[in-house]
């Protein structure tokens, strides 16, 4: 009898989960480096989300991603989560350790970093505020970004006041909370622009914000990707301002998971941004 080791899965979970991109990216890397494995994207309903994460290592998983609506409670069926998880209180990657335990972990602040260094090099993250559209799970990861690379304020403002206050009470004293109604004023010495929410997105409203204080120095960035330049990054562009959409964060945000369950940290490039755009 032959002894085969088992293929590695991974994937991603979420409900419902036919629109990730992510299968296409790993896919992608699994054949550029000549990887056994597969990543299989999972629907999962939130009653279902603790009893089929735990089946998963049991089937040969040794991780997934997490996307919405699970992020949040996953905190609350992993063994280990990092401090990073913790602080922003949700999680995208899922590691299944060897001794059983489910480790937690969130990268995509570090994935949001890393798309704005690779594409805006000559962005200095210390050089003035950072507005900050939404309050939600992706607006957390990046309040602590860019907390950690060393804004100097960030101004939040969200349509929900609550949610934006509850954010400000868990990051501190650098983040302030404004009035949704006031954002086109807050933009005069912004040096970073950061839209969390959806809107914008293909088949939501769109953003309406006026840019017309908007600083033409400042970076724009936009955690949507669908359509790659939404409305809001063509107007910031038409100021003059350096813009940087989102596909960039969702491909450094996969590379850690991917090293951690393939063993071979991917190039984010422009090949594997082709890949996505046209898989």
Known sequence: MTDHPRIPLAGVIGHPIAHSRSPVLHGYWLRRYGLKGHYIPIDIAPSDLADLTRTLPRLGFVGVNVTIPHKEAILHIADIVTDRAAL????????????GKIHADNTDGSGFIANLRQNAPNWMPTSGPAVVLGAGGAARAVVAALIEVGVPEIRLANRT????DALRSDFGAKVHVQEWVQVGNLLDDAAT???????GMTGKPELSVPLDRLNPRALVTDLVYTPLKTQFLIEAEATGCTVVDGLGMLLHQAAPGFERWFGIRPDVDDATR????QG
């Open 274 to 277: 082709k890949a996505v755009l």
């Open 161 to 164: 006041r609550a949610r934006a």
């Open 88 to 99: 922003i209180g949700a999680a995208n990657t899922l590691i299944f350790r060897k001794d």
């Open 193 to 199: 622009v950061v839209n969390t929410t959806s809107l």
